[in-house]
C-alpha cells in the first residue's frame, strides 16, 4: 500500500510540474536576406547552429522588387517572427508587415539611420561597443585623452552615444563632420593638432580604402594611434580593432530568436544589443612604432596580432 501511495504522489507531482513547464514545439521561420554576401552568410550559419526550430530562406539579392515580392509572401503567412539580414531586407520588413509580427534584424550598422525603431523590432549592432573600444585604447595608450572622429550626418546617433562612452574612460570625443568623400580631406586637416587618436567609424564615407589612406597618413604623421572597426584595417596599418566574430553574432541571434519564440522576452525588452564576443586584432608592429607596450592581458586575448 505504501508503494502505491508513493507511486500516485509522484504521478501527480510530474503532473504538476509538466503543466508549469513551457514546451516549444518546433517552428519554421522565414529568414529573409537582403543579399548573398558572405559575411552575410556567415551569421546565418551561426543562427542555424542555434535556431531551435527549422528556417525558411527567402533571398532578395539585392532586388527590392524580388524582396517586396518575397516580403508580402512572408506577411501572409502571420509569421510570428522574422529574422532579416542587411539593411534593405530589414527596411522592407519594417515597412510591409504586421506590428504583431517579431523584426529580428542582424547586420545592420546604425538602424535608426534606416528607422528600424518599433515595439516589434530588435537586434545586434553590426558594430561593436563604442565604451569597450575605448577601454581597449586606454590600457594601450593611457596618455589619450583627445580621440578624433569624422563622419557624415547619418551617423550622429552614434556619435552621441559615443560621448557618453568616451566621458566614462575619460576621453573626450573630437568630431567633424563630413557628407562626402571631397570634404573629409578638409575635415582631417582640422583635427590635426588637436587629437591623441583618431577612431575610424564603419562610415562608407570614411571607410573606404582612398579615404582610409589619407586618415592614416595623417595619423603616421603625427605619431598618434589609428582605432579600426574592422580586420582588413588593421593589417593595412590601422592600431587595433574590436571587430565582429559574425558567427557568434548569429548564434546570439539564434539564441534571441529562440527566447522570443519561447516567450521569455520580447523585442520590445531587448530592443538592439552589442555583439557580446568581439574578436580583438592587433597590430604590434604599430604599438611597437608609437612606443607603446601591449599589456600581456590585452595579447592572451586577442585573436590576432600582424607583427
Given amino acids: 500500500m ?21 514546451f516549444v514545439p518546433a517552428q519554421t521561420i522565414p529568414v529573409f536576406l537582403s543579399n548573398k554576401y558572405s559575411l552575410y552568410l556567415k551569421v546565418l550559419e551561426g543562427f542555424k547552429a542555434q535556431f531551435k526550430g527549422q528556417i525558411k530562406e527567402y533571398q532578395m539579392e539585392g532586388d527590392i522588387k524580388k524582396g517586396e515580392f518575397f516580403i508580402k509572401e512572408i506577411g501572409s503567412k502571420s509569421p510570428r517572427l522574422v529574422f532579416v539580414i542587411g539593411p534593405r531586407a530589414a527596411q522592407i520588413a519594417k515597412q510591409e508587415l504586421k506590428e504583431d509580427t517579431t523584426i529580428l ?31 581597449v585604447l586606454k590600457e594601450i595608450a593611457p ?11 547619418s551617423y550622429k546617433e552614434v556619435i552621441e552615444e559615443a560621448k557618453q562612452a568616451g566621458y566614462t574612460v575619460g576621453l573626450d570625443i573630437i568630431e567633424k563632420e563630413a557628407e562626402r568623400k571631397a570634404d573629409v580631406a578638409k575635415a582631417i586637416k582640422k583635427l590635426e593638432g588637436k587629437i ?8 562608407p564615407v570614411v571607410a573606404n580604402r582612398i579615404v582610409f589612406r589619407k586618415i592614416l597618413l595623417s595619423t603616421f604623421t603625427q605619431g598618434i594611434p589609428l582605432v579600426c572597426p574592422a580586420q582588413a584595417f588593421i593589417k593595412e596599418g590601422g592600431m587595433f580593432s574590436l571587430d565582429v566574430n559574425y558567427e557568434e553574432m548569429g548564434k546570439e541571434l539564434g539564441k534571441i530568436a529562440n527566447q522570443i519564440l519561447s516567450g521569455k522576452t520580447s523585442a520590445q525588452q531587448l530592443k538592439f544589443q552589442y555583439p557580446k564576443k568581439p574578436k580583438l586584432i592587433i597590430n604590434s608592429k604599430i604599438i611597437e612604432k608609437l612606443g607603446l607596450t601591449i599589456p600581456s592581458s590585452l595579447l592572451k586575448k586577442a585573436e590576432k596580432v600582424y607583427e
Avoid at 591623441?196 to 562610415?203: C, K
Wanted: proline share 4%; glycine share 10%; hydrophobic share 40%.
Fill in 143 to 153: 596618455s589619450v585623452k583627445k580621440i578624433g572622429v569624422i563622419y557624415s550626418s
Fill in 196 to 203: 591623441d587618436a583618431y577612431w575610424l567609424l564603419p562610415d
Fill in 2 to 22: 505504501r508503494n502505491k501511495g508513493r507511486i500516485f504522489f509522484l504521478l501527480i507531482f510530474m503532473l504538476v510540474n509538466a503543466g508549469t513547464q513551457k
Fill in 105 to 135: 534584424v542582424g547586420m545592420v550598422i546604425n538602424p535608426f539611420h534606416y528607422g528600424l525603431e518599433g515595439k516589434n523590432i530588435c537586434g545586434i549592432y553590426w558594430r561593436t561597443a563604442p565604451q569597450e573600444q575605448f577601454k
